[in-house]
């Protein structure tokens, strides 16, 4: 089961929160297919604070999206191609990163909205 969560800020002059960063918490993922995300789900709404720990994580790359074929309210997350930048990035920053134990998929709002062309900012509801 996935754990969403939304980081929001206050955008502009009117100081509304907008959610910026969407957070998903997997205790366990197949690298090997596509995770598929419900923006209708409930999200909890979280602080940069928060984020602070030992608790690996991943920003999923923007051309990772994918559109989901029959529902305007889902997008998928093609894990291959994260794992496989996140394998490029190891070798260029030389650390080691244990894809088994990450925890979190660390989602641009503004990434997801850009690929797949629709407003996802009034489904993520505090």
Not at 109 to 119: A, C, F, K, S, V
Request: negative net charge.
């Amino acid at each position: 089961m996935l754990k969403i969560s939304g980081i929001y800020e206050e955008s502009g002059e009117s100081k509304l929160l907008t959610p910026v960063w969407m957070i998903v918490e997997c205790h366990s993922l197949n690298w090997d297919k596509t995770l598929t995300i419900d923006i209708k789900a409930p999200f909890h709404r979280i602080t940069y604070d928060e984020l602070e720990g030992v608790f690996p994580s991943i920003t999923v790359p923007d051309f990772a999206y994918t559109r989901h074929e029959s529902n305007d309210f889902q997008f998928g997350i093609i894990l291959p191609l994260v794992k496989k930048a996140a394998l490029s990035a190891e070798n260029i920053c030389q650390a080691e990163i244990d894809l088994s134990s990450v925890y979190r998929l660390v989602l641009r709002i503004g990434d997801i909205e850009d690929i797949l062309q629709y407003n996802v900012r009034p489904h993520m509801k505090r």
